[in-house]
């Protein structure tokens, strides 16, 4: 494969990728520094895929791998998970199904469209803002246990909500 084959492939993955790599390091030029981390050392290994399949596999793993790295080496911030539990995360990371991510994707669009204006202002808050759920609370003026409870029955109605768009595609969550 040359570049083009690698970057035609790998760019689809880009949003997510990075987005991955965000939820790791909670910053986005760390989450930024480890996709061309990841994709630096794919190039450097480029006749070595045996198709798109491995190239998209390998990448994951070596973002994976460059992000706990990051968490490791970072000194001014903390670890969130020890290694064992990280170690648990791998292994169920590579049991799932990377084939059906598009259609995941989509649902979970579909299903945040959905959230009320409040649930998608707590949503976007926590999870693309970064804030941990005291700001988020100081911000709306709420307490912190409603807002982790308020998230509580986001992720259910989301959950629910993907497993219904899924299945009404034909495919299992």
């Known amino acids: 494969m040359d570049r083009n084959d690698i ?3 790998l760019m689809p993955e880009r949003t997510k990728q990075i987005g991955f790599a965000w939820s790791i390091l909670r910053e986005s030029h760390f989450a930024e520094d480890a996709y061309q981390d990841m994709l630096k050392k794919v190039f450097e290994n480029q006749d070595d895929f045996e198709g798109p399949k491995h190239l998209r596999d390998w990448s994951w793993k070596v973002l994976r791998n460059r992000c706990y790295e990051l968490v490791r080496i970072n000194k001014t911030r903390t670890a969130l998970l020890e290694d064992a539990v990280l170690d648990l995360v791998d292994s169920e990371l590579e049991s ?13 669009r579909a299903c945040l ?8 202002n707590i949503v976007q808050m926590r999870f693309f803002e ?34 219904r768009q899924l299945n009404e595609q034909g495919l299992s969550s």
């Open 113 to 120: 469209d959905s959230l009320t204006e409040n649930s998608r």
């Open 96 to 108: 799932r199904d990377t084939g059906k991510q598009d259609e995941r994707a989509d649902a979970l």
């Open 7 to 9: 970057l035609g492939i």
């Open 130 to 163: 970064g804030l941990p759920g005291k700001e988020v609370a100081a911000k709306l003026g709420r307490k912190p246990d409603a807002i982790y409870k308020n998230l509580q029955r986001i992720y259910s109605t989301l959950g629910e909500c993907i497993r």
